[in-house]
């Protein structure tokens, strides 16, 4: 696999006309290029999608269907500081690659590696984040991950809020069923913690934990467990700003733990504003109830009734403690699911994979399949190596030559003669252009059998042979297909 960075030759040609150039980052939830738009000749990023498990799976699907809301709703936001998205493209993975402006530059997480920003310089960032969310609420959509790593810094000191890719629009069905957390830990609002959903609060919540890191050097729920972590979230007090100078006050309000209590986008925004122009910030917004009442005209000699003692004012915590008890008793449920692995590897990028890997003496590629898949046989002759895998009905077979003696078209047609209806798609696998997709039905021991192959030619001049034989017409034919899939798509082919 490439690293960030690397340049890469002939890259790979997406939708036909987006050239993949570089690796430029990656994350839990696939891989962002520079590339070449070969048709307007411009520079754009493609951000590659990378789901782990079965495509005939609900969960796969769930996720899929997320990526493509995500290009959907980021589509949708109109902001300069809004990462422009330009095109959605379905590739043979059946996953929307994600292409958009390139914007050249570092993000706020690479930036404050270097050292904290001063009160202005926060501010200044904050104003245009917040004006990109202002954008993103006005068309219903949440962002929910905002953090510094997906805010960019580009030339002439523009700001750009990227990555939508667990935006939620209103309306529609819940990001987080079956306890699906996705996000940096350390900047998700609690009120998500608890179940009770995201709103346009939660991502000013995310903002004034952005804010304080600016200008802290580092988030106040930071810990060095992701347990201690949810506690500090859930209950805990964040630690007073330091060095936040005038934006302090603002922070703190915007960390309250309920929503409600929290200031609106234009009250924020009115503070960053003047923060960011080194003018005085503006008095807090006060509600008519707390506002103090005028004193009472005096009346000359008039003799002043005695005060009465006050009354002790009870104390809040009976009502405090149930909420504060759930919200633990809730964080608690969520952490055993983080030990469980299921939202814990969400949480830190990693893919959540049961397929096991299986790589033979003297071969070069890994082959992935589900554990109930047992090897079968082995085949060895000069330059060519063949292992078979097995469960019921299903075979799976993988073949590599050390040297290609024919074009995997001219190969695919080889196993194509004497089969009914042969289909050839030309596709690409891995960077490698020359890789051709076969789709056969042939009669074994008149039984129909629908045999689906991916062949492969790398630049090194090797030849890969993934196939599937399945019973065509019954039940595990769906069951093979999504094997073909899975398999394909877990392939590992050695580096050029």
Same mark, same amino acid.
Request: proline share 8%; charged share 25%.
């Given at each position: 696999?490439?690293?960030?960075?690397?340049?890469?030759?002939?890259?790979?040609?997406?939708?036909?006309?987006?050239?993949?150039?570089?690796?430029?980052?990656? !994350?839990?939830?696939?891989?962002?290029?520079?590339?070449?738009?070969?048709?307007?000749?411009?520079?754009?990023?493609?951000?590659?999608?990378?789901?782990? !498990?079965?495509?005939?799976?609900?969960?796969?699907?769930?996720?899929?269907?997320?990526?493509?809301?995500?290009?959907?709703?980021?589509?949708?936001?109109?902001?300069?500081?809004?990462?422009?998205?330009?095109?959605?493209?379905?590739?043979?993975?059946?996953?929307?690659?994600?292409?958009?402006?390139?914007?050249?530059?570092?993000?706020?997480?690479?930036?404050?590696?270097?050292?904290?920003?001063?009160?202005?310089?926060?501010?200044?960032?904050?104003?245009?984040?917040?004006?990109?969310?202002?954008?993103?609420?006005?068309?219903?959509?949440?962002?929910?991950?905002?953090?510094?790593?997906?805010?960019?810094?580009?030339?002439?000191?523009?700001?750009?809020?990227?990555?939508?890719?667990?935006?939620?629009?209103?309306?529609?069905?819940?990001?987080?069923?079956?306890?699906?957390?996705?996000?940096?830990?350390?900047?998700?609002?609690?009120?998500?913690?608890?179940?009770?959903?995201?709103?346009?609060?939660?991502?000013?919540?995310?903002?004034?934990?952005?804010?304080?890191?600016?200008?802290?050097?580092?988030?106040?729920?930071?810990?060095?467990?992701?347990?201690?972590?949810?506690?500090?979230?859930?209950?805990?007090?964040?630690?007073?700003?330091?060095?936040?100078?005038?934006?302090?006050?603002?922070?703190?309000?915007?960390?309250?733990?309920?929503?409600?209590?929290?200031?609106?986008?234009?009250?924020?925004?009115?503070?960053?504003?003047?923060?960011?122009?080194?003018?005085?910030?503006?008095?807090?917004?006060?509600?008519?109830?707390?506002?103090?009442?005028?004193?009472?005209?005096?009346?000359?000699?008039?003799?002043?009734?005695?005060?009465?003692?006050?009354?002790?004012?009870?104390?809040?915590?009976?009502?405090?403690?149930?909420?504060?008890?759930?919200?633990?008793?809730?964080?608690?449920?969520?952490?055993?699911?983080?030990?469980?692995?299921?939202?814990?590897?969400?949480?830190?990028?990693?893919?959540?994979?049961?397929?096991?890997?299986?790589?033979?003496?003297?071969?070069?590629?890994?082959?992935?399949?589900?554990?109930?898949?047992?090897?079968?046989?082995?085949?060895?002759?000069?330059?060519?190596?063949?292992?078979?895998?097995?469960?019921?009905?299903?075979?799976?077979?993988?073949?590599?030559?050390?040297?290609?003696?024919?074009?995997?078209?001219?190969?695919?047609?080889?196993?194509?003669?004497?089969?009914?209806?042969?289909?050839?798609?030309?596709?690409?696998?891995? !960077?490698?252009?020359?890789?051709?997709?076969?789709?056969?039905?042939?009669?074994?021991?008149?039984?129909?059998?629908?045999?689906?192959?991916?062949?492969?030619?790398?630049?090194?001049?090797?030849?890969?042979?993934?196939?599937?034989?399945?019973?065509? !017409?019954?039940?595990?034919?769906?069951?093979?297909?999504?094997?073909?899939?899975?398999?394909?798509?877990?392939?590992?082919?050695?580096?050029?």
């Amino acid at each position: 696999m490439s690293e960030v960075g690397e340049q890469v030759r002939d890259g790979r040609l997406v939708g036909g006309r987006y050239r993949l150039l570089e690796r430029i980052g990656s !994350g839990g939830m696939g891989t962002v290029w520079r590339a070449f738009d070969e048709l307007v000749d411009r520079e754009v990023a493609v951000k590659q999608p990378r789901l782990p !498990g079965d495509p005939e799976d609900e969960e796969f699907q769930r996720a899929a269907h997320r990526l493509y809301r995500e290009a959907r709703a980021a589509a949708r936001v109109d902001h300069p500081s809004a990462v422009a998205i330009h095109d959605v493209v379905i590739e043979d993975d059946q996953l929307p690659w994600i292409v958009m402006e390139l914007v050249r530059g570092e993000s706020l997480h690479e930036l404050l590696r270097r050292g904290r920003l001063t009160p202005a310089e926060s501010a200044r960032i904050g104003r245009a984040v917040l004006g990109a969310l202002g954008a993103a609420h006005a068309v219903g959509i949440v962002h929910r991950d905002v953090k510094p790593a997906n805010v960019l810094l580009g030339p002439h000191d523009r700001v750009v809020l990227t990555d939508f890719g667990i935006a939620h629009i209103q309306g529609e069905e819940s990001l987080t069923a079956s306890g699906e957390f996705v996000g940096s830990l350390e900047f998700i609002a609690p009120e998500r913690m608890s179940g009770t959903g995201a709103g346009p609060a939660s991502d000013l919540w995310s903002l004034g934990v952005l804010l304080y890191a600016a200008v802290e050097g580092a988030s106040p729920f930071r810990r060095t467990t992701v347990e201690s972590t949810l506690g500090a979230i859930l209950s805990g007090e964040p630690p007073e700003p330091t060095r936040a100078g005038p934006l302090g006050p603002l922070i703190v309000r915007m960390l309250a733990r309920d929503p409600e209590e929290r200031p609106g986008a234009e009250e924020v925004g009115a503070v960053l504003e003047a923060v960011a122009a080194g003018k005085d910030v503006p008095e807090p917004a006060v509600a008519a109830q707390d506002a103090e009442p005028e004193e009472a005209a005096t009346v000359p000699d008039a003799v002043p009734e005695p005060e009465p003692e006050p009354e002790p004012r009870p104390e809040p915590e009976p009502r405090s403690r149930p909420r504060r008890t759930l919200l633990i008793a809730l964080g608690v449920l969520l952490l055993a699911g983080l030990v469980l692995g299921t939202v814990l590897e969400r949480f830190l990028g990693r893919e959540s994979d049961s397929w096991t890997a299986h790589q033979r003496d003297g071969m070069n590629a890994v082959l992935f399949l589900p554990p109930q898949y047992r090897l079968l046989e082995t085949q060895a002759a000069a330059g060519t190596r063949t292992v078979t895998y097995g469960t019921g009905a299903l075979r799976v077979r993988l073949t590599e030559w050390d040297k290609a003696a024919d074009s995997p078209l001219a190969e695919a047609h080889t196993l194509g003669r004497g089969t009914a209806n042969p289909q050839y798609t030309r596709t690409g696998f891995r !960077g490698n252009k020359d890789a051709i997709l076969a789709d056969t039905t042939y009669a074994q021991s008149g039984v129909p059998t629908r045999a689906m192959t991916l062949i492969v030619r790398t630049a090194d001049h090797r030849m890969y042979e993934l196939r599937v034989d399945m019973p065509k !017409g019954t039940p595990a034919e769906k069951k093979g297909t999504a094997l073909f899939k899975g398999a394909r798509a877990r392939l590992t082919l050695p580096e050029k």
